[in-house]
């Protein structure tokens, strides 16, 4: 079965500034997807950002970029120019059935809570 | 659309009562998630549903927990006797369908339900 390892329970940043949160994944797949879902204290679970794992190049939404190494099973997140907004728990999503045809569920990390300082 | 639909918001009841769960997925979605997240357990799926069939229920923790989705339109998740440690945050999630092997669409999710079981 696949895993998806958040190493860092909380992690906080001055606005402004850059942060990146790390994720780890474990998989016999070579074709799959990666997620960052984000979750502010509204609940609410917002997709950030997605990598394709047979696209070479890094995924990137605005001031959000990800840094996939796909040799090491690596999928970090980057977060530039951090606003206030950005305060929320981070989790790094992995679907469990990635190489088949069948739809694949989800496994999410544990999560990394962000907190952007003024 | 009004995204992801979610009811009740919060549900406080007593050990041994039944709770019910509704959710009513983004018209035109044709798959349906319910996850639960803890924090000693973090996000899981429960079980997920596809044209309104269920396809894997392996993540429902016990036969007390039961899902239907009687049509496209809404979908509940029954908790029948309810114990203090079914206590969590229960999300509903839609999607369309996979285009082809190598997409995947995103998962959008309703607000949650906060269930406290006394």
């Known amino acids: 079965a696949q895993t998806v390892t958040q190493s860092q329970p909380e992690m906080s940043v001055q606005e402004a500034e850059t942060v990146t949160l790390s994720c780890t994944y474990d998989?016999?797949?070579?074709?799959?997807?990666l997620f960052w879902y984000k979750q502010p204290p509204s609940r609410q679970m917002i997709l950030v950002i997605r990598?394709?794992?047979?696209?070479?190049q890094n995924a990137t939404e605005n001031r959000f970029s990800v840094n996939f190494q796909k040799a090491a099973k690596s999928f970090s997140l980057k977060i530039s120019d951090s606003q206030l907004g950005d305060t929320a728990m981070y989790f790094c999503a992995f679907p469990d059935n990635a190489g088949g045809t069948s739809y694949g569920k989800l496994t999410f990390g544990q999560g990394t809570i962000l907190t952007v300082h003024p | 659309d009004a995204g992801v639909i979610q009811s009740p918001r919060h549900e406080v009841t007593e050990m041994g009562q039944e709770v019910t769960l509704r959710c009513k997925p983004i018209?035109?979605?044709?798959?349906l998630f319910w996850y639960r997240q803890t924090m000693m357990r973090g996000l899981e799926l429960l079980i997920y549903f596809n044209n309104n069939v269920p396809i894997d229920d392996s993540g429902m923790p016990e036969d007390r927990f039961s899902a239907k989705m009687p049509n496209a339109s809404f979908s509940t998740l029954k908790i029948q006797p309810s114990e203090p440690r079914d206590s969590a945050v229960y999300f509903c999630?839609?999607?369309?369908?996979?285009?082809?092997?190598?997409?995947?669409?995103?998962?959008?999710f309703g607000p949650g339900t906060r269930l406290t079981v006394l």
């Open positions: 990598q394709e794992a047979y696209k070479q």
């Open positions: 998989t016999s797949e070579n074709n799959y997807y």
């Open positions: 018209s035109g979605h044709d798959y």
């Open positions: 999630a839609s999607s369309f369908g996979l285009a082809d092997l190598f997409s995947y669409n995103e998962q959008f």
